[in-house]
């Protein structure tokens, strides 16, 4: 048993750290969030030549080899940075299927480009009536000859406007709500038949709805085998919920730490607010909340390491629970003590608290996590 | 970053399950797998086995006597005395008074008394609430007087512990009034319990146990060389003895161990004709507390292979205690939920050894499931109550 990391990972820590904090400035990253496509591309280059967008593949694919390790100690600094770039739907989540199922040719003309950072991806996986159920899948991709012809509609796909590359699941066989039946295939967005109404969501990310109406592709854009995909999906979301839960870690440790900051400057009945044992209280429970889901990040990813999949769900359920629930009150919690401050657009608190919320709904809100937690 | 046991800690993992497979009696294990009070010398009888193998002094310096062992070796030892469902070891003298004299006694103080504490040939108690300080313990005003080769102390000491059974007890006491700060003029004084003018009046607690005690002292007269280290040191040498008591509170391996059983409860106790497991609102309780469970063991966790690298636990240890014991009594509760009508039942004696299986009224594997709710209501208040365990996480950890 062993907590410490090795050097190199301290020196990715490091270089996404300094980063962070030298040159990711939070008025910059507002402009950005405002812009039409709502991060910076020049930003995104340089993530890709700092090798970031590398971190997750391995060597023979052109990576650099991480693990849940690495992808957590960078999402973590993400979120203290409060990242809008989009790391997380064309790194994590396209990339991750593409990784995963892809064949070495499939990875040279599509995975390549995520890597280098000259193509965005994205995954679309929900649906309207899917809520957060990786297996409810309504559109359909029907064999025709060589080809499949995609028909449905994917909901709020992360990165779905500014993505060169999607990454689509669909039918081939069974009822709507089968494990069995599903396939992922990757598609150029700007194909025939594919409509895609993009908007920025509350917490300045991108995403988008998705027609497909009667999209042709070809059957080398099956990835892996036909009908089981959903294997696949799953694994890339597991991968997916322990990074954004690294982000949580980030932001409420910064929200920690710019409460504390907050109170005990604010002066009201001639004290700084920190002295006041009603509020130190609850900052003393927001410390323990941040401690309690570091602990259980660092579980889940040794878990995930670990290779037995069925209990790495498991760990990945209870983090995201501590996440939805205790993490929740924490950005709550930071707003309140920062007073009217804390439900302004112009402070920072406020759009990490967004952010934190979010987190929550995606890939399944701790209500779902708790009702499909298996009790062994 | 890696979970799994090496090689070594297998086998040492193996060596400790054979102990208490091998050496734990089974009379004891019957009456703690019952919820029956063990008395004192089923504690002594099982602790002098754990001596004789050298397992007594888990968290001791190899020289006096300690184990030397890993975080990790202490969490394996942990588990698997948790899982026999083994007594923990009696705190006072181990805990408490053994770690204070080792680091602040005089080689005679240590030769006196630290082979009896290994060998629980003395029980010890502690002297440290008054009825007037509790959670501002340093208000404390038992008073220790300096007469030629004695201290004469007069005053109360009040929640102490199994204190019916004790040898020996530790006090804090003024042997300075005219001090600038409350903290000083403190001393840490031992005490045999046979001296005249020591009385223990028994205070019952709301399950209807006798478990802690009032002590009076009357003109006691205690001999200079049962000092502990420097006159009015004694509240620096407390603070010590509080934080090692506070990672104990933790209780992680023992709240692993009766969740799992919960667990079992849930699925044979019946709500609607189905497993109490499968009803909803219930079930969300038990993954609550799961989740809460794993967060707890895993920041212990952290704390050890943090002390393993060499640094303090200090006041993080304070987070232990409040998870630690929210997370006990969370389990307690379940319990009694669990129970349902047979919550009610109040016979203690009902599961005693020597009671026929067809005389208990009580049903359900958890006996005494509410006398154990009520008794743990205890948790959250002693070693430092919770809300002054957050007063130390604001003041020394966030530095408000």
Redesign the interface.
């Known amino acids: 048993m062993d907590f410490s990391i090795t050097e190199d990972q301290t020196m990715l820590q490091d270089s996404v750290a300094k980063f962070i904090a030298n040159d990711y400035d939070f008025d910059s990253r507002q402009e950005h969030a405002a812009t039409e496509l709502g991060f910076s591309r020049e930003r995104w280059t340089e993530f890709a030549e700092l090798g970031w967008t590398a971190v997750p593949f391995s060597e023979e694919d052109g990576g650099l080899d991480g693990g849940a390790v690495e992808l957590m100690l960078l999402m973590e600094q993400f979120g203290k940075g409060l990242v809008i770039e989009p790391y997380l739907p064309c790194v994590v989540l396209a990339g991750g299927v593409l990784k995963k199922a892809g064949t070495d040719a499939q990875k040279a003309t599509w995975l390549a480009p995520l890597i280098e950072g000259s193509a965005l991806g994205a995954l679309a996986f929900v649906e309207p009536q899917s809520r957060f159920d990786l297996n409810n899948v309504a559109t359909t991709a029907t064999k025709d000859g060589d080809a499949y012809v995609l028909n449905g509609r994917k909901a709020v796909v992360l990165n779905g406007g500014a993505a060169d590359t999607l990454v689509i699941a669909a039918r081939t066989s069974g009822e709507q709500s089968d494990t069995d039946g599903i396939s992922l295939f990757v598609v150029d967005a700007t194909a025939d038949g594919i409509t895609r109404n993009a908007y920025p969501t509350v917490d300045a990310r991108q995403a988008a709805e998705i027609e497909l109406n009667d999209v042709r592709i070809s059957a080398e854009q099956l990835l892996g085998d036909e009908n089981a995909g959903f294997a696949t999906l799953q694994a890339v979301i597991a991968e997916a919920t322990i990074a954004i839960c690294a982000e949580a870690v980030g932001i409420m440790q910064t929200l920690n730490y710019k409460t504390l900051e907050y109170t005990k400057s604010r002066v009201q009945f001639g004290a700084p607010i920190a002295s006041f044992q009603a509020l130190q209280h609850r900052m003393v429970d927001m410390f323990v909340i941040y401690e309690q889901s570091r602990s259980l990040l660092l579980h889940a990813v040794m878990k995930y390491d670990d290779g037995d999949m069925d209990e790495a769900l498991a760990a990945i359920s209870a983090l995201k629970i501590q996440i939805g629930t205790e993490g929740r009150k924490l950005g709550e919690e930071a707003v309140q003590l920062h007073g009217g401050m804390g439900v302004t657009w112009e402070l920072d608190v406020a759009h990490y608290f967004k952010r934190l919320t979010m987190i929550d709904t995606l890939f399944g809100n701790a209500d779902y996590h708790l009702d499909n937690y298996p009790l062994d | ?5 090496s090689k070594d ?1 297998l086998a040492f993992r193996d060596d400790i399950r054979r102990f208490f497979a091998e050496h734990y009696p089974a009379d004891i294990r019957e009456k703690m797998n019952r919820g029956i009070r063990l008395d004192k010398d089923d504690h002594v009888r099982w602790q002098k086995i754990l001596h004789e193998h050298g397992y007594i002094a888990v968290n001791w310096p190899v020289e006096y006597g300690g184990t030397g062992w890993s975080p ?1 070796q202490k ?1 394996i030892f942990a588990t698997e005395m948790a899982e026999a469902n083994a007594p923990d070891v009696v705190p006072f003298g181990l805990s408490m008074v053994g770690p204070v004299i080792y680091t602040f006694g005089s080689e005679s103080i240590k030769e006196r008394f630290l082979p009896d504490i290994l060998a629980s040939n003395v029980w010890w108690c502690q002297g440290y609430s008054e009825p007037g300080a509790g959670s501002d313990l340093a208000s404390l005003k038992t008073q220790a007087v300096r007469e030629g080769d004695h201290y004469v102390i007069n005053g109360t000491k009040t929640w102490t512990t199994l204190g019916q059974h004790a040898d020996w007890i530790f006090v804090l006491a003024r042997t300075n009034n005219d001090v600038a700060r409350r903290q000083e003029g403190i001393s840490f004084l031992l005490c045999d319990m046979k001296t005249p003018g020591i009385s223990v009046r028994p205070i019952i607690t709301i399950e209807g146990g006798h478990e802690v005690n009032e002590v009076h002292f009357e003109d006691v007269r205690v001999p200079v060389e049962n000092l502990v280290g420097e006159e009015g040191k004694g509240w620096t040498y407390g603070k010590v003895l509080l934080q090692h008591e506070r990672t104990n509170i933790a209780a992680v391996a023992r709240s692993k161990y009766r969740f799992a059983r919960l ?1 079992e409860l849930a699925r044979s106790n019946l709500h609607g004709g189905s497993p109490l ?1 499968e009803q ?1 609102s219930f ?2 309780k ?3 507390t ?3 469970l ?6 212990d ?2 704390t050890l ?1 943090a002390i393993s ?1 060499g640094k303090a636990p200090g006041p ?1 240890s304070s ?1 232990l205690k ?2 630690g014991t929210e997370m006990q009594q969370q389990i307690d509760n379940l319990y009694l939920e669990a129970a349902g009508y047979y919550a009610m039942p109040f016979i203690p004696d009902q599961f005693k050894i020597d009671i026929a299986d067809e005389d208990r009224v009580v049903a359900t594997t958890e006996p005494n499931t509410a006398l154990k709710y009520f008794n743990y209501r205890k948790a959250s208040i002693y070693g430092g109550s919770n ?1 002054i365990q ?2 130390i ?2 003041k020394h ?4």
């Open positions: 970053m890696d979970l799994s046991f800690e990790v969490y667990k497991i909803p079930k969300a038990l993954v609550q799961e989740v809460a794993k967060a707890l063991e895993f920041t966790l952290r292979a690298t993080e987070i409040i998870k809300e957050k007063n996480i604001a950890v966030l530095g408000l």
